[in-house]
């Protein structure tokens, strides 16, 4: 609530502590939903998936873009960052 509020009076997030038009959202997103929601916004694109994180999360979103890129006029490139 306090997130929400601070945004309300300065229009920062107060995770990120930048101005923003939207907020932090928490938990784990639901995958499914942002893939189908980009394949519906950017048809017949190719869509960069750009990961540095957790190895595991990297080949959940590997998957996940092998699997919405067949039979699909939307590629979904994945591409991984190891610093």
């Given at each position: ?9 300065t ?20 995958w499914?939903?942002?893939f189908?929601?980009m ?13 540095c994180?957790?190895p595991l ?10 699997k919405?890129?067949?039979?699909s006029?939307t590629?979904?490139?994945f ?5």
């Amino acid at each position: 609530m306090a997130q929400i509020l601070y945004h309300k009076d300065t229009g920062i997030d107060i995770i990120t502590g930048v101005a923003a038009t939207t907020l932090t959202k928490f938990g784990r997103p639901n995958w499914q939903s942002v893939f189908n929601a980009m394949k519906a916004k950017h048809p017949k694109t190719t869509v960069g998936v750009l990961f540095c994180g957790a190895p595991l999360l990297g080949k959940v979103l590997r998957k996940l873009c092998i699997k919405f890129s067949q039979g699909s006029k939307t590629k979904f490139e994945f591409v991984s960052e190891k610093f």
